[in-house]
């Protein structure tokens, strides 16, 4: 979403409206064509290197398994804490530290399992 946002305003897009009338449903729609042909652009171009590039998924995997437990849980879990002011040492503080590290945990083996999946020997 970040890199469409970014074209989109620094290219104009709402210049590249068009209005296309729907018979059967007895109304107009609004299409913008720039958005429509760079998302499909963009849609296809990362499917192309998809299909070239044999370990496009396990890297894909390694970064999001490297970045899901910073991004969505322990900024958050620091967020709520904050804004809550959850007391150090109570249960409730306990429990949601409890979580946080059990993601941890678990993202850690998936990174273990991407970075495998990535470097280790080729297997056929």
């Known amino acids: 979403q970040?890199?469409?946002?970014?074209?989109?305003?620094?290219?104009?897009?709402?210049?590249?409206?068009?209005?296309v009338p729907l018979p059967l449903l007895r109304w107009r729609r609004s299409v913008n064509v720039f958005r429509l042909c760079f998302r499909t652009a963009y849609v296809v171009a990362v499917t192309a290197?998809?299909?070239?590039?044999?370990?496009?998924?396990?890297?894909?995997?390694?970064i999001g398994a490297f970045t899901f437990w910073p991004l969505d849980i322990h900024f958050p879990v620091q967020m709520y804490l904050a804004q809550n002011k959850v007391?150090?040492?109570?249960?409730?503080?306990?429990?949601?530290?409890?979580?946080?590290?059990?993601?941890?945990?678990?993202?850690?083996?998936?990174?273990v399992g991407s970075a495998v999946g990535v470097f280790g020997p080729n297997r056929s």
Not at 8 to 16: H, I, K, N, P, Q
Request: net charge neutral; hydrophobic share 60%; proline share 5%.
């Open 87 to 111: 007391a150090p040492w109570t249960t409730r503080w306990l429990a949601i530290q409890a979580f946080s590290a059990t993601c941890l945990l678990v993202a850690v083996f998936a990174s």
């Open 2 to 19: 970040p890199a469409f946002a970014l074209v989109e305003r620094r290219f104009g897009a709402e210049a590249w409206v068009v209005e």
């Open 49 to 62: 290197v998809a299909v070239w590039y044999p370990y496009f998924n396990q890297v894909v995997g390694l």
